[in-house]
């Protein structure tokens, strides 16, 4: 056996996150970026009268992809032993990474990380992949509400027994349910695109925020002001914060699992319905043509993909909370408890959503429903449903509201013995139709009792939502080429 499979892999990389996200949070990228940091850090400081030699930052640019990771974990070692051993891991690795940099472009060696410390590039690097990392995020939460809207637009008047408390209860249409699951999705969105709006870079900020380094190196803070602008327009942001101490404030990451927790939230919801949904055998997920539903009961369809997201939106609520833990502790200027959390928790928070809303577009894609049992549960529940309704045409028609009230009431219940008895449809409607004491006809009784006019405004309703909400927001996301051909349904 290799020693790769000796190792431990992670299961959010190994099964169930996309090579996109992960390629986001992998040592290979995060070392590039740093390396992008350095370039951009160096030529900033030239144009603003360092004395760097061209010649140095041309080569910077030329060795920026000659990396390799077993060299710098060689060199790691060596620092670790060597008179800087008294320095904090990060500092290593940091370190590694400059002297490896300086082997690659022995021109610029001299000034690499000018003026620089560690949370320069690994704090900034943070902040652009958790940019990047956002911005997928976004394009597969459109994917998802477009796999939904799809759902609702074909469903929208499609009457269902409407649920509360998973009792039965007064009538919606399929496609108004499906809203509700899109409507928590769409919440997300505008939590995503605010957190992405006011993302900032930390920039050059030196050891304690204060700048001072900078500021002799640069002789004066308009040119520090300048250099961080520029920092901030090479990697694409408006602007750095205001305010920093060694690091960015950690308020950034809490917000940011916040808006991810949400669409762990939303895709729980999403998924549990279509759970019990099943359960009862009125919508069914994706099934593959070979798929096993159990091992020891190979008859079973299994709502396997809803659980799957279900367990891995729970894992992704929970993160929320150390994000939390981590901001409030971070004493005065900085500490560095936050370190190696942060180097679990963020990159699990991104692959967790990724992987959520890989299932969540894969299971809207593909819901199956099964219109003749939802047609069976909605007339077995009509002697209850319609019991208002026909007390009130009856009383219109010139009967008793007392006697009439008793009749409906001891027919409601015969109903609905004889149905749990033999679990055949409804019998309610004949047997009011049967009593000369109740004076509507059959065709009235039909027609009070058609499902579409139980349903209220619900198809209306659905038709709003997508135009009003749902299709201004996907004009904003081509989401259709969004979608990896292998999840496609």
């Given at each position: 056996m290799s020693n790769d499979r000796l190792r431990y892999l992670h299961p959010l990389i190994d099964r169930y996150a996309s090579e996109e996200m992960a390629d986001i949070f992998s040592p290979t990228h995060t070392a590039l970026i740093w390396r992008d940091l350095w370039i951009a850090l160096a030529e900033a400081e030239r144009e603003l009268g360092v004395e760097i030699p061209e010649s140095a930052l041309a080569e910077m640019k030329e060795a920026r992809d000659a990396l390799d990771l077993g060299r710098v974990a060689e060199l790691e070692a060596e620092l670790r032993h060597d008179v800087m051993a008294h320095v904090h891991h990060l500092r290593h690795d940091?370190?590694?990474?400059?002297?490896?940099?300086?082997?690659?472009?022995?021109?610029?060696?001299?000034?690499?990380?000018?003026?620089?410390?560690?949370?320069?590039?690994?704090?900034?690097?943070?902040?652009?992949?958790?940019?990047?990392?956002?911005?997928?995020?976004?394009?597969?939460?459109?994917?998802?509400?477009?796999?939904?809207?799809?759902?609702?637009?074909?469903?929208?008047?499609?009457?269902?027994?409407?649920?509360?408390?998973?009792?039965?209860?007064?009538?919606?249409?399929?496609?108004?349910?499906?809203?509700?699951?899109?409507?928590?999705f769409l919440f997300d969105l505008d939590q995503v695109d605010a957190a992405l709006c006011d993302l900032r870079l930390r920039g050059a900020r030196g050891t304690t925020g204060t700048e001072a380094t900078f500021q002799e190196l640069l002789g004066d803070g308009e040119r520090v002001d300048e250099l961080n602008r520029r920092l901030a327009e090479a990697f694409g942001f408006s602007g750095v914060y205001d305010v920093v101490g060694q690091i960015y404030p950690r308020k950034v990451d809490q917000r940011i699992l916040g808006a991810l927790s949400g669409i762990g939230s939303s895709a729980a919801r999403f998924g549990t319905d279509i759970r019990l949904l099943q359960g009862i055998?009125?919508?069914?997920?994706p099934f593959g043509s070979r798929q096993i539903g159990s091992s020891a009961m190979p008859y079973k369809r299994?709502?396997?993909?809803?659980?799957?997201?279900?367990?891995?939106?729970?894992?992704?609520?929970?993160?929320?909370?150390?994000?939390a833990w981590t901001a409030s502790v971070q004493w005065l200027e900085r500490t560095l408890d936050d370190s190696a959390s942060r180097r679990i928790v963020l990159p699990e928070?991104?692959?967790?959503?990724?992987?959520?809303?890989?299932?969540?577009?894969?299971?809207g894609s593909g819901l199956v429903v099964h219109s003749e049992i939802i047609r069976t549960r909605l007339e077995r529940e009509l002697p209850f449903l319609l019991a208002e309704s026909l007390l009130i045409a009856g009383v219109r028609a010139g009967g008793d509201r007392q006697d009439l009230h008793e009749r409906i009431r001891g027919h409601a219940m015969a109903a609905r013995e004889g149905a749990q008895a033999d679990s055949g449809p409804s019998d309610f409607l004949l047997r009011v139709e049967e009593d000369d004491q109740i004076p509507l006809s059959g065709e009235r009784l039909r027609e009070l009792a058609d499902p579409s006019r139980l349903t209220g405004r619900a198809t209306e309703q659905v038709d709003a939502f997508l135009a009003n909400r749902v299709e201004p927001t996907l004009k904003s996301a081509d989401a259709s080429n969004l979608v990896p051909a292998s999840l496609r349904v």
């Open positions: 940091v370190m590694a990474h400059v002297h490896h940099f300086g082997e690659v472009a022995p021109a610029a060696r001299g000034y690499i990380h000018l003026g620089a410390t560690s949370a320069f590039v690994a704090d900034n690097a943070s902040l652009i992949q958790q940019r990047d990392a956002l911005r997928l995020v976004r394009d597969r939460l459109a994917v998802a509400v477009s796999a939904l809207s799809e759902f609702a637009r074909e469903h929208r008047d499609l009457p269902t027994l409407g649920y509360t408390h998973f009792q039965a209860a007064q009538p919606t249409t399929v496609g108004k349910r499906a809203c509700l699951w899109l409507q928590d055998g009125e919508l069914e997920e299994n709502p396997m993909r809803s659980e799957r997201m279900c367990a891995l939106a729970r894992h992704l609520c929970t993160l929320e909370l150390e994000a928070a991104f692959l967790s959503a990724d992987a959520v809303l890989l299932i969540a577009q894969n299971v």
